[in-house]
């Protein structure tokens, strides 16, 4: 299941480098995943390997301001590989009581001659990702 309150990107068609659609408001400064760690999931839709030398990466940023003057990255670097498959998940996990700023956003950075992606971006629980299942669109069941 997906929270849209915690999604950063909602099938987002990422061409340059740049932010996620969505920022999420923490509301305050605060210590995130104490007890639990966090993780960004990133979920692709599409991607674009047809120039075979294009280049995904995706950064977990926060800042004290929604305009990200000064924005601080935190977590590991998620790295997409163009030849990833329709669907295929990347987390990048959020040590435990890592200092959050009030606002947190996904950065992406694309290289090549024609980058494209598509992807979902959220941030969920370590432990709902454990038990993660993907399930189709559209099900007729009966």
Do not use: C
Not at 37 to 48: K, L, N
Not at 94 to 108: A, G, K
């Amino acid at each position: 299941m997906q929270d849209k309150d915690n999604m950063y990107s909602d099938a987002q068609v990422v061409v340059a480098t740049g932010p996620s659609t969505n920022a999420i408001n923490h509301r305050k400064d605060r210590d995130i995943g104490i007890g639990n760690p966090m993780a960004v999931v990133y979920t692709v839709r599409a991607i674009d390997a047809a120039s075979a030398d294009e280049t995904y990466t995706a950064q977990l940023q926060v800042d004290d301001t929604d305009a990200f003057g000064s924005p601080v990255s935190i977590g590991g670097l998620a790295t997409i590989p163009r030849t990833s498959p329709v669907g295929k998940k990347f987390v990048t996990m959020i040590p435990p009581d890592t200092d959050f700023e009030q606002f947190s956003r996904v950065s992406y950075t694309l290289g090549g001659t024609t980058p494209s992606l598509t992807l979902d971006a959220e941030l969920k629980p370590w432990w709902a990702i454990q038990n993660d299942a993907a399930y189709a669109d559209a099900v007729t069941i009966g």
